[in-house]
């Protein structure tokens, strides 16, 4: 590909060809941790990290960036549906990297780190070998292996058994979902995509180290660490100084929401179902389109657990109320003549929310804070139908 030779002539242009023959030279270079602040999209709203690489002597200035991914790739939809997209690393000048974000109005703040001359030669030799074009592309995991964890990985391979995380003095255990929740709470749609998608691996307690996946974490992190046993022990990075300086991004409130959205549907179906036991009405449209909506979203999700290689989505309890066999009760409740398994399989969906309800209570999985309308609605309306579809004149109204 001409992309891989055009990043092997930047490399051996930047670095020079015998650049980690001595220490010597290495002096010569600065690296530095950037970070980036969140922005108010969702593929950029957890931040970004880059890795800063300043030759002193000639003014060559690159960031090297693992967060990059080809949209014009073979199959791209169908390989980040499954899992299977790779990203890469690529590399611009600190000049664009800075241009960038100042156009998107998102702060950047530097941490320089203080490496020996000796772990300096290491790590450019450890950047010129992710640098070589068939050693650029990586199996992308949001929480394992990212643009942040790249860097976290090159850091710990370079400094090794010297380097010493220290844990902050406020410690908060949190899960991996505590931490996406922090930065998509103002993204309501967005934070309830990602509750129905990934399951309960994510409901586990992130150890300090494996909340680096996210850069403010990681910014942080490298903050507090030490090297230690090559002379007085000293601080990994330099304070953090402001690169570029804006406001967090504020990303606008919309009233229509998951939380609206789905109390306005609650508030439907209780209204149907007093209509309905008034008059001695079933108003089964209603159900149709409820359970073919569940049904649908319950593919989604055991297609994301059992077909594609996302680590996240597995053992995802959403399924026990958006069960895809809800759309052959869908089909059965369309029948003129509802059959006998119809009555029983109301009983079976009602079971399944109240395991749901209770996997929740008992923190098996968290789900999301707007599906509880929804709950309720598949309570109340399997409830409702399981006693009266055989006693109440059937109606399609």
């Given at each position: 590909?001409?992309?891989?030779?055009?990043?092997?002539?930047?490399?051996?242009?930047?670095?020079?060809?015998?650049?980690?023959?001595?220490?010597?030279?290495?002096?010569?270079?600065?690296?530095?941790?950037?970070?980036?602040?969140?922005?108010?999209?969702?593929?950029?709203?957890?931040?970004?990290?880059?890795?800063?690489?300043?030759?002193?002597?000639?003014?060559?200035?690159?960031?090297?960036?693992?967060?990059?991914?080809?949209?014009?790739?073979?199959?791209?939809?169908?390989?980040?549906?499954?899992?299977?997209?790779?990203?890469?690393?690529?590399?611009?000048?600190?000049?664009?990297?800075?241009?960038?974000?100042?156009?998107?109005?998102?702060?950047?703040?530097?941490?320089?780190?203080?490496?020996?001359?000796?772990?300096?030669?290491?790590?450019?030799?450890?950047?010129?070998?992710?640098?070589?074009?068939?050693?650029?592309?990586?199996?992308?995991?949001?929480?394992?292996?990212?643009?942040?964890?790249?860097?976290?990985d090159i850091v710990e391979a370079t400094i090794g058994d010297q380097l010493v995380w220290q844990d902050p003095a406020d410690l908060q255990e949190k899960t991996f979902r505590?931490?996406?929740?922090?930065?998509?709470?103002?993204?309501?749609?967005?934070?309830?995509?990602?509750?129905?998608?990934?399951?309960?691996?994510?409901?586990?307690?992130?150890?300090?180290?494996?909340?680096?996946?996210?850069?403010?974490?990681?910014?942080?992190?490298?903050?507090?660490?030490?090297?230690?046993?090559?002379?007085?022990?000293?601080?990994?990075?330099?304070?953090?100084?402001?690169?570029?300086?804006?406001?967090?991004?504020?990303?606008?409130?919309?009233?229509?929401?998951?939380?609206?959205?789905?109390?306005?549907?609650?508030?439907?179906?209780?209204?149907?179902?007093?209509?309905?036991?008034?008059?001695?009405?079933?108003?089964?449209?209603?159900?149709?389109?409820?359970?073919?909506?569940?049904?649908?979203?319950?593919?989604?999700?055991?297609?994301?657990?059992?077909?594609?290689?996302?680590?996240?989505?597995?053992?995802?309890?959403?399924?026990?109320?958006?069960?895809?066999?809800?759309?052959?009760?869908?089909?059965?409740?369309?029948?003129?003549?509802?059959?006998?398994?119809?009555?029983?399989?109301?009983?079976?969906?009602?079971?399944?929310?109240?395991?749901?309800?209770?996997?929740?209570?008992?923190?098996?999985?968290?789900?999301?804070?707007?599906?509880?309308?929804?709950?309720?609605?598949?309570?109340?309306?399997?409830?409702?139908?399981?006693?009266?579809?055989?006693?109440?004149?059937?109606?399609?109204?």
């Open positions: 590909m001409k992309s891989t030779y055009i990043y092997k002539i930047v490399i051996l242009l930047f670095f020079g060809l015998n650049c980690y023959s001595s220490s010597l030279n290495a002096q010569t270079y600065q690296i530095s941790l950037l970070t980036c602040d969140p922005g108010d999209e969702l593929y950029n709203a957890f931040g970004h990290s880059g890795l800063r690489v300043l030759d002193l002597e000639t003014g060559n200035d690159l960031v090297f960036n693992w967060g990059t991914f080809d949209f014009g790739a073979p199959n791209f939809y169908g390989n980040f549906a499954l899992g299977k997209l790779d990203y890469y690393l690529s590399f611009s000048t600190y000049q664009r990297f800075i241009y960038n974000y100042q156009l998107e109005q998102r702060a950047i703040r530097e941490q320089i780190l203080n490496l020996s001359p000796e772990q300096t030669a290491k790590m450019l030799s450890l950047l010129n070998e992710n640098a070589r074009p068939e050693n650029i592309y990586y199996r992308y995991d949001f929480f394992y292996d990212n643009c942040a964890t790249r860097i976290r505590d931490l996406i929740d922090e930065y998509v709470y103002d993204m309501p749609w967005a934070d309830l995509g990602i509750d129905l998608a990934l399951g309960s691996v994510i409901d586990t307690q992130a150890s300090e180290r494996e909340k680096q996946f996210l850069p403010d974490y990681m910014e942080a992190a490298f903050a507090r660490a030490e090297i230690v046993g090559d002379g007085p022990a000293r601080a990994l990075v330099t304070p953090s100084q402001p690169i570029l300086d804006f406001p967090p991004v504020v990303v606008e409130q919309s009233i229509f929401n998951p939380y609206v959205l789905f109390w306005v549907v609650a508030f439907a179906a209780i209204i149907i179902t007093f209509v309905g036991y008034k008059r001695k009405k079933l108003f089964i449209g209603f159900d149709m389109a409820f359970f073919i909506i569940l049904g649908l979203m319950g593919f989604v999700i055991a297609f994301l657990w059992f077909i594609t290689e996302h680590t996240a989505t597995l053992y995802n309890w959403n399924i026990l109320w958006a069960f895809p066999v809800h759309l052959a009760l869908a089909y059965g409740l369309a029948l003129k003549t509802p059959k006998p398994w119809v009555r029983k399989y109301l009983l079976f969906a009602l079971i399944l929310a109240d395991i749901a309800v209770v996997f929740w209570i008992l923190g098996w999985q968290s789900f999301h804070p707007s599906i509880v309308p929804l709950l309720l609605v598949i309570i109340l309306r399997t409830n409702y139908l399981y006693y009266n579809l055989e006693r109440i004149k059937f109606s399609q109204v």
